[in-house]
């Protein structure tokens, strides 16, 4: 209590620290813009008094050439000069120094009687990387165990006497799975926002994010965030109230809002795409999910947490993955080949090449899945604990190579189809 | 603003709080809703804290610090909501709770980008970092001792503190009289 | 039965059901004086240029509203049980 009475008279008597870490609140051109004419200056407005740098502002070509002059501060405001500026997409990167002596950066696009790039595709911006193909990767797995884990509970189990630890299991393992989506996908939007910002970590942390939140990709991962908070809430609420009830808006939410995924890609705004490749899209996605979370819960959860329901799960899932596998099937062919306009680009570029090894583990897991319907079921009847312990096993091999299918998906989704 | 919506939140928690200690815990339990109520505003709080992590994207460090709080907030709410409920049974659930309290204070001070004296905000950030950090010894204790009304009491005491930090903060407003010449106008 | 034991105990149960009786319109009277202190809180009161947030927040007038939902819906009930309880336990 002293101490802070003393911080109190301290401040009343000294200047308080002259130090500041400034936020941007507008800037003139706005966020992608397209203007008819091309602006005279590039103003930003802060929330509180800058300093500028040298190269405070930098207005980019598609080459990297600067057409800003040396940026000025004026109070709350920094302004630059910009030489004339002839039609073309623009990038600009800006950085302040906050009264702390912290730089503040950030940048976004504009267009001179074109459209303005996504800020991901700004001047500099080097693409998606290998971190964030696994990053994607775990969303997708997130997703999957999400959509599966209910779907099980669901589809395959309904109406069928589900023992309370097995519920409880399921519930989070869906649990688990809307908040490792929920994470990756935070850790997916900072990647992306990092490389467009190219920045080192501890600058990036202090980047000015909001351009990145106005693309495809930053809407999707609003709107995920929302929605799988809130299938968290409602699988946390059947967990706690041993109800299934909850579950039904919750895979309802899950499966709809799925396509958050595939819509924040490539996919979504390359040459070919329409509303047809868009739905296509969600149900390839939708269908995958379902097929390999359902497949990997069945084989961790109810086959070791519910032997006598083994055999019906079983049936019920092969024909309900008949099902899914025919969507995935069509929904994926149907992309195939709207993406790939030449059977050529399979092997001739390196989406072509993801895709191939792709279709070939599909293929894998489609003949792994063709074993389990066509042989495994039909014996299932006069099957022993030591043949049902294997199934689990096989079932479990399955699924594995259904999450390596959707580690070469996140990579799909992070690429550029040719044109 | 939003501060103040959360502020109003903690505050009925809080509130609620105290009355459980003064009453106990059995009087308290004697209507079935009652028991739920501030595990369940807790719970609701945290899921309301993912939109101000989504919407407010000004800065990274202030999304992090949005989405541990919505995280902690939640698994505390959870936690609590299981136990009054019959699902869970450990007492040491209820840690999560000083573990709640200690992201929630460290994500207050690292996610504050000026100093303590730069503006009110600056000051009472810091604040309910430090009074989060050092309050974590209250539900620390409940842990140990779920019928000690003292600590009950200190730990309802440590979210009404909270709440009324909350309301008392503001973007740009001087502290103690003085505002930084850097901090830029003040406004409502 | 020792009296005084008795006569101890229900003078505490009458404090600790004063002090849950005084919470809510003490809250409520602290955001009173917080809004006369400062009535530019309330944008109600001067609605020129404020944005829907704004008129929709008003803090002051929230805790008042805190301190009597919390009389009404819990402090209400809760003394009721504790007067209950405390018969029951005699």
Redesign the interface.
């Known amino acids: 209590m002293r101490r802070l009475i003393l ?2 008279l301290s ?2 008597v000294f ?7 400034a ?2 609140r507008s800037t003139t051109p706005s966020f992608r813009s397209e203007l008819k004419q091309a602006p005279s200056v590039i103003r930003l407005q ?4 800058v300093k500028v740098l040298p190269g405070s502002i930098r207005v980019l070509n598609g080459v990297g050439k600067n057409f800003a002059r040396p940026a000025r501060a004026n109070g ?1 405001e920094v302004v630059a000069a910009v030489r004339h500026l002839k039609l073309g997409a623009y990038t600009v990167r800006w950085q302040a120094i ?3 002596s ?1 730089v ?1 950066s950030g940048v976004w696009t504009f267009g001179v009687q074109v459209p303005a790039p996504a800020v991901e595709n700004a001047y500099g911006a080097g693409g998606p990387t290998a971190k964030e193909h696994v990053v994607r990767w775990v969303w997708f797995l997130g997703l999957a165990l999400t959509i599966g884990a209910l779907g099980l509970r669901l589809i395959v189990l309904r109406g069928l006497r589900v023992p309370r630890p097995l519920e409880r299991r399921i519930a989070v393992a869906a649990g688990i799975g809307a908040l490792v989506t ?2 990756a996908g ?1 850790v997916a939007f ?1 990647l992306r ?1 990092e490389d467009a910002l190219q920045l080192p970590f501890g600058r ?7 351009p ?2 106005k693309t495809r990709f ?1 809407f999707a ?2 709107t995920m ?2 929605v799988f ?2 299938v ?2 409602l699988v ?1 609420l059947s ?3 041993d109800r299934v009830e909850p579950l039904v808006p919750a895979l309802l939410l899950a499966v709809v809002f799925a396509g958050g995924l595939s819509l924040s890609g490539h996919d979504a705004v390359d040459p070919g795409s329409s509303w047809k490749t868009e739905i296509a899209d969600w149900l390839h996605l939708s269908a995958a999910s379902l097929w390999i979370g359902a497949l990997a819960t069945m084989a961790l959860l109810l086959w070791t947490g519910a032997p006598d329901l083994r055999k019906a799960a079983f049936m019920r899932f092969s024909r309900l993955a008949t099902v899914l596998i025919a969507v995935v099937l069509g929904a994926g062919v149907y992309l195939a080949i709207v993406r790939l306009p030449h059977v050529s680009d399979l092997w001739a570029t390196g989406y072509g090449r993801v895709l191939l090894v792709k279709i070939g583990l599909v293929s894998f897991a489609l003949l792994w899945g063709a074993f389990h319907h066509f042989v495994v079921a039909p014996a299932l009847e006069r099957a022993d604990t030591g043949f049902l312990g294997r199934i689990g096993r096989s079932l479990a091999g399955e699924s594995m190579v259904g999450m390596a299918v959707l580690l070469l998906a996140a990579i799909l989704v992070d690429s550029r189809p040719p044109t | 603003m939003v501060h103040w919506l959360f502020a109003v939140g903690i505050l009925f928690v809080g509130l609620c709080l105290f009355a459980e200690a003064l009453a106990g815990r059995e009087v308290w339990h004697m209507r079935h809703w009652r028991k739920y109520l501030w595990p369940a505003l807790t719970f609701v709080l945290g899921l309301f804290l993912w939109p101000v992590m989504a919407f407010f994207t000004n800065s990274a460090i202030h999304m992090y610090a949005h989405g541990s709080w919505a995280d902690g907030l939640m698994l505390a709410g959870a936690a609590e909501l299981g136990l009054v409920h019959g699902r869970l049974h450990s007492p040491l659930w209820r840690l999560t709770w000083p573990l709640a309290f200690v992201i929630t204070g460290i994500a207050f001070i690292v996610h504050e980008q000026n100093p303590w004296l730069f503006a009110r905000s600056a000051f009472l950030h810091h604040l309910i970092g430090w009074t989060f950090i050092v309050g974590a010894l209250a539900p620390l204790a409940l842990a140990f001792r779920p019928r000690s009304a003292a600590f009950q009491a200190a730990f309802a005491a440590v979210i009404v503190v909270v709440s009324i930090q909350l309301f008392a903060d503001r973007d740009v407003a001087p502290i103690f009289g003085h505002l930084s010449p850097l901090a830029g106008q003040q406004h409502r | 039965m020792n009296t005084t034991f008795v006569t101890e105990a229900a003078q505490q149960h009458d404090i600790r059901a004063h002090a849950i009786s005084l919470l809510g319109p003490l809250v409520a009277a602290a955001g009173l004086v917080w809004a006369i202190l400062q009535p530019h809180r309330i944008t109600l009161l001067h609605p020129r240029g404020q944005g829907f947030w704004w008129l929709v927040v008003e803090p002051p007038l929230y805790v008042v509203a805190a301190g009597i939902v919390f009389t009404l819906v819990v402090a209400r009930p809760l003394l009721a049980d504790l007067e209950r309880h405390r018969a029951t336990t005699r």
């Open positions: 911080v109190a401040a009343l200047p308080a620290v002259a130090s500041a870490h936020t941007l802060f929330d509180q008094q709350t906050s009264a702390d912290h503040v929920i994470h935070i900072s926002a990036f942390l202090y980047g000015d994010l909001s990145m939140a930053g991962f609003v965030t929302l908070a809130l968290l809430a946390y967990w706690l109230l």
